[in-house]
């Protein structure tokens, strides 16, 4: 079955799905079906966008996708036999065939990622296998000796968030500028974009990956975008034109700082209001709620705030066309992945928010005709160790990544599977992997789909051609 016929399969599945939910007919249905035609006419200048899930803290990438043959399985539940429920029963785990096989390996996903399994099944989810941070290419003998550069501060969650988000020279909490809001000036300089006020959209407050030199963030929640304090309701009772507040910030000034203070604000305020008038309602006749999830620390239903912030995402893209944009960098964030306690537990209910979210998210993307415009990915301050601390494990260095969309060359993995086990060729103690994929190049490969060429993509990851004459990842085809 070729690509265009399991893509074909998986939108009439999820338009079946959509329609016995009552929303075939839904003004987010519509419209984005009325976008995506627009898309596919305009070739690779039509709507693209690309949207980050940085899972905060640390996510356990040995426990997200297991080699199951039996030596590396064996290893595996060897190194974890001290932590309860963290050495998963061969019979629980979730198992994937790639469609490159790995010769004498098989593998499997945690248990609670169903939602995972469902769209890597589907063809429409791929594996980057242990990516981190990294400068140049390193071996355990160069660590050891430290003949190799390195980022900076491995293990601290500070610096590693900012190296990941960064990417300029892997130097920690020294860098102010990430690769999405980078590419984002690409994006602008290459008038990509008529308006680029609305490129780069967080769901989670402020964050180093959208922040580019002339592109700038607008934060938002479900409830829309974040208002100005002192702005959103006038001050005792009075007319909003009355608003004291709103005449000072709009009044002319002659001190340079006052005056480009001013510009700020107002560009804020101007974002807000065309922002708000441009997304959908979610819920009914906008778009629809995710389901709740069943919480595995509670055995109830639960809402799950990983998918409403990707339902407020959809709600944005539905304004795509009346905001005049036609790319969009996203970030949202699920955090509480530092799980040195109680991990089994605490790892199982943030991986079904994950698998359930990326699914629903997904759902939407291909029942609005825009699955192959759209392309969702996972990052993480770093990976843990192999090894545990009695219930939980530690921070580590390289970490196994979901990529989702119809543009992904899916059902497969992607870079180099270590071999399991502690003191392997790839570990620096306890488990802790050094990267075999920068990046550098997984994030240069997303760069690449979202419209960017080669030497932008090298203006933008300076470190990427010290990972070979095509550091690019077969991914996104």
């Known amino acids: 079955m070729n690509k265009f016929e399991r893509s074909r399969r998986q939108f009439l599945r999820t338009a079946s799905m959509a329609s016995m939910a009552g929303i075939s007919a839904s003004p987010f249905i519509l419209g984005l079906n009325s976008m995506a ?60 065939t790639l469609k490159t096989p790995q010769t004498g390996r098989t593998f499997a996903l945690n248990p609670a990622l169903t939602g995972a399994q469902n769209l890597f099944n589907s063809g429409r989810l791929a594996i980057v296998a242990n990516s981190g941070t990294l400068i140049a290419p390193a071996t355990k003998t160069q660590v050891n000796n430290n003949t190799v550069p390195l980022p900076d501060s491995l293990y601290s969650h500070f610096d590693q968030t900012a ?13 102010h500028v990430g690769w999405g809001g980078s590419v984002a000036d690409v994006i602008e300089s290459m008038n990509m974009n008529s308006n680029s006020m609305f490129t780069c959209i ?15 963030q607008l934060n938002v929640t479900s409830a829309g975008p974040i208002p100005i304090f002192g702005l959103a309701q006038s001050p005792f009772g009075l007319p909003e034109a009355a608003n004291p507040l709103s005449s000072i910030l709009s009044a002319d000034e002659s001190n340079l700082f006052a005056k480009e ?80 306690n109680n991990q089994a537990i605490q790892h199982a209910q943030l991986l079904t928010q994950l698998g359930q979210a990326l699914e629903y998210f997904d759902g939407l993307m291909v029942s609005a005709g825009m699955g192959s415009q759209v392309t969702t990915f996972t990052a993480s301050d770093f990976g843990r160790t192999l090894t545990s601390n009695s219930n939980g494990t530690d921070h580590g260095w390289g970490s196994h990544h979901l990529v989702v969309g ?59 051609g010290n990972f070979g004459s095509s550091p690019y990842l077969g991914f996104m085809g």
Request: proline content about 6%; aromatic content about 8%; glycine content about 14%.
């Open 202 to 216: 967080s769901t989670a407050g402020i964050a180093l990956f959208l922040a580019g030199q002339n592109s700038f």
């Open 37 to 96: 035609g627009m898309a596919q006419s305009s070739g690779s200048g039509g709507y693209k966008a690309l949207v980050c899930v940085f899972l905060q803290g640390g996510n356990d990438g040995h426990g997200t996708v297991i080699a199951t043959d039996p030596s590396s399985f064996s290893a595996f539940t060897q190194a974890r036999s001290g932590a309860p429920g963290l050495a998963y029963p061969l019979g629980s785990l979730l198992p994937i």
């Open 406 to 464: 119809g543009a992904v060359q899916g059902g497969d993995m992607y870079g180099q599977y270590p071999v399991i086990g502690v003191n392997q060729a790839n570990d620096v103690g306890a488990g802790r992997l050094i990267p075999t994929t920068a990046v550098d190049q997984y994030a240069g490969t997303l760069a690449r789909w979202f419209g960017l060429s080669d030497g932008q993509v090298r203006q933008v990851f300076p470190n990427f």
């Open 163 to 175: 190296a990941w988000q960064a990417i300029a020279s892997n130097g920690g909490s020294a860098e």
């Open 261 to 340: 203070y001013g510009v700020v604000v107002n560009r804020s305020i101007q974002a807000q209001a065309t922002l708000a008038s441009a997304m959908l309602p979610a819920g009914p006749g906008g778009v629809p709620n995710p389901p709740q999830y069943l919480d595995p620390m509670t055995s109830k239903l639960t809402d799950n705030p990983l998918a409403t912030s990707l339902q407020t995402v959809a709600r944005i893209i539905s304004g795509s066309s009346s905001l005049g944009v036609t790319r969009q960098i996203f970030y949202v964030q699920l955090g509480s992945f530092d799980t040195h």
